[in-house]
């Protein structure tokens, strides 16, 4: 904005919650189970499966070949299943951590309103974290279908120190391990496939470098998210 002397806003009470939609970032597991279902899903499809299958044809030196099938087989599957299955463990016990924290603030602000109103439980939320003066950045989404979504839930840096936080964090730094070592060795995957040049073109290899570098960019938020440390900068 230019300099102002006054500003006015319409619709003000909506501010804080399109600040935190347009200026933060959003994590999901369902939105990272998409990336890595693109990459390979329980049905058998997705773009490794039709790198493996074209691996037959491709002009690669020696055992390259059967070496490449071998890594996607023996490296990368494990790697995918257990990254699903963190995701799935990870946000159940972030979720507990935030509802716990939710109904506590609930708790609190019915006690500071003289006990007028009485706290309702709270659905599983989708959480915000605004420290710093940094923009919020927002992450989960309700456990249960067709649970109602509140409004996020401001964590500051002295929040991320509750103990209630403790379990929430060990399980978004498993969810970051696990998404990491699949990055890598997508990665790795990558870079001995691409010698054969067919395959620099292909809309499968390119998916599945994409999927390496969008790993990457979760690992990071949700380290950065969960980190109290760097909350605090």
Request: contains cysteine.
């Amino acid at each position: 904005l230019p300099p102002y002397s006054l500003l006015v806003l319409d619709e003000a009470q909506n501010v804080e919650e399109a600040a935190t939609r347009f200026l933060g970032s959003t994590l999901s597991p369902r939105g990272i189970k998409m990336i890595l279902h693109r990459v390979y899903d329980q049905h058998g499809h997705g773009a490794l499966v039709a790198l493996e299958n074209a691996l037959a044809g491709l002009k690669l030196p020696g055992g390259e070949r059967a070496a490449l099938g071998e890594f996607i087989r023996r490296q990368i599957h494990p790697a995918l299943a257990d990254a699903e299955l963190a995701l799935d463990s990870g946000f159940e016990a972030i979720t507990r951590a935030y509802e716990a924290l939710s109904e506590r603030a609930a708790a609190a602000g019915n006690k500071a309103r003289g006990g007028r109103r009485r706290a309702a439980p709270s659905p599983a939320p989708e959480s915000a974290q605004e420290a710093g003066g940094a923009a919020p950045a927002a992450i989960g989404e309700p456990a249960a279908t067709g649970a109602t979504s509140r409004k996020p839930l401001r964590l500051v840096a002295a929040m991320l120190q509750d103990p209630v936080m403790a379990d929430a964090q060990a399980a978004a730094h498993h969810i970051a391990s696990n998404l990491e070592l699949l990055a890598n060795r997508l990665w790795q995957f990558v870079q001995r496939a691409q010698v054969a040049e067919t395959l620099l073109n292909n809309r499968d290899f390119m998916s599945v470098r994409a999927a390496c570098n969008s790993l990457r960019d979760r690992t990071l938020a949700i380290r950065d998210f969960f980190d109290p440390v760097s909350a605090g900068e």
